[in-house]
């Protein structure tokens, strides 16, 4: 297959036990060495701007950004000098409070409202595989090379390549209204070699290999791995589809996995009872976070 065109790449170990290692993988970088991943994000949003702290300096610097707010400042500090005052220093330091904290108590609000929903996504229950089962954790506890499944009209919690479903066939549908707007039910992919994994059987002893995507990054439209399997996964792909698909032998495990068998975080399961699948992507790394972080700044 032909090589994604970003740089770098990291590695997603499947995890199915809480003992297995945390979603801290290796970074692969082209041409170079291996290095560890540091800061790799656990599924804990946080979108809020402010704490008890850090709230008052913080948003009276965002005040001053503006030329109005300096300028009535000015004022103030001119109001101050009774020989070259126009106005009452009374009168214009009291309107420049009034507009500073309406000001605050809005973008309190704000950042409350976005307080409470990010709780509310973190505390959202899901279903994790976890020593031979599925068990409920909360959404804020996901990592990075976690199974998990997702039932019918839910949420997706986090970016997920599509092991299995429902579908025998391997097809999902999702809407997607939460990412574009759109209320079109999308076609979405299971990834081929895995989609008859359907029972926690399978999924224990035959749910194999690793995952190799590139860094967390906003398109939303675009995506690009490679699933590496042991042999004993792959015997229905001949050697001769095998050899051309991979001219080198190291490779001959290795399979594309495309945006088509991506769910993103934000996208809700339709028309389709139950899909599992692998988070390569949690938290402030899934590509709803990247848009979402790209549009305040």
């Not at 039910?185 to 359907?198: G, N």
Request: hydrophobic fraction near 40%; aromatic fraction near 10%; charge should be positive.
């Amino acid at each position: 297959m032909n090589e994604p065109q970003r740089e770098n790449f990291r590695v997603v170990k499947i995890r199915k036990s809480q003992r297995d290692p945390d979603s801290r993988p290796p970074l692969f970088l082209s041409g170079g060495p291996s290095r560890p991943a540091h800061g790799v994000a656990g599924n804990k949003i946080k979108t809020t701007k402010y704490n008890i702290i850090t709230f008052l300096p913080k948003n009276l610097m965002e005040q001053f950004r503006r030329l109005f707010n300096v300028f009535w400042l000015i004022q103030c500090v001119i109001s101050l000098i009774p020989s070259i005052a126009a106005y009452s220093a009374v009168t214009t330091i009291m309107g420049l409070a009034i507009v500073l904290v309406i000001s605050m108590l809005k973008d309190g609000y704000e950042d409350y409202r976005r307080y409470m929903s990010d709780k509310e996504a973190n505390l959202q229950p899901v279903y994790v595989f976890r020593d031979g089962k599925f068990e409920v954790i909360n959404s804020e506890n996901l990592l990075v090379g976690d199974i998990v499944r997702v039932d019918k009209n839910e949420v997706f919690p986090a970016d997920l390549v599509m092991v299995s479903c429902s579908d025998h066939s391997g097809i999902i549908f999702i809407e997607t209204s939460n990412l574009d707007g759109e209320r079109n039910l999308k076609r979405m992919y299971a990834f081929e070699h895995s989609k008859s994994f359907q029972d926690e059987s399978s999924l224990l002893h035959q749910l194999q290999g690793e995952l190799v995507v590139e860094l967390p990054n906003p398109y939303l439209y675009e995506f690009t791995g490679q699933w590496k399997m042991p042999h004993t996964q792959v015997q229905s792909v001949s050697n001769e589809q095998l050899l051309d698909s991979h001219p080198s032998h190291d490779l001959r495990s290795m399979f594309p996995i495309s945006v088509e068998n991506l769910c993103l975080r934000g996208a809700r399961l339709k028309k389709t009872n139950w899909a599992i699948g692998i988070v390569v992507y949690a938290g402030m790394e899934t590509k709803l976070s990247k848009n979402s972080t790209a549009a305040r700044t």
